[in-house]
């Protein structure tokens, strides 16, 4: 059975900073290309970052780049998403999502993220 359970949300002040684990069990992340995703209230869900699982090539949504990295620790079978000088706008539920095969995915419950003062 795969799951996959994100940490590491909170409250936080603009500027400030966060970092997003995502646990995965029941399978192997690095065999899978690895995304985090975020909604916020009234809004669809979006793509943040991706890491393939080829060349562990990463992309990143224009309005987190060079704020936020995504990156991936085998041993530990998680992946992991930095985020620095946080805004307002970053305010949402993060996701992780694990695409099986191509067309299969798997979601994690969300972490929240508050950016406010």
């Known amino acids: 059975q795969v799951q996959l359970v994100e940490s590491g949300g909170g409250l936080v002040q603009p500027g400030g900073s966060l970092r997003l684990c995502c646990a995965a069990s029941g399978l192997t992340i690095g065999n899978y290309p690895m995304t985090w995703y975020r909604q916020a209230p009234g809004k669809e869900r979006e793509l943040v970052a991706r890491l393939s699982s080829i060349g562990f090539v990463t992309n990143y949504a224009d309005s987190v780049k060079g704020r936020f990295t995504m990156s991936r620790d085998n041993s530990k079978n998680s992946v992991y998403l930095q985020m620095n000088s946080l805004e307002p706008e970053d305010t949402a539920m993060y996701y992780c999502?694990?695409?099986?095969?191509?067309?299969?995915?798997?979601w994690g419950q969300g972490t929240q993220v508050t950016v406010s003062s």
């Open positions: 999502n694990a695409r099986v095969g191509g067309r299969q995915d798997y």
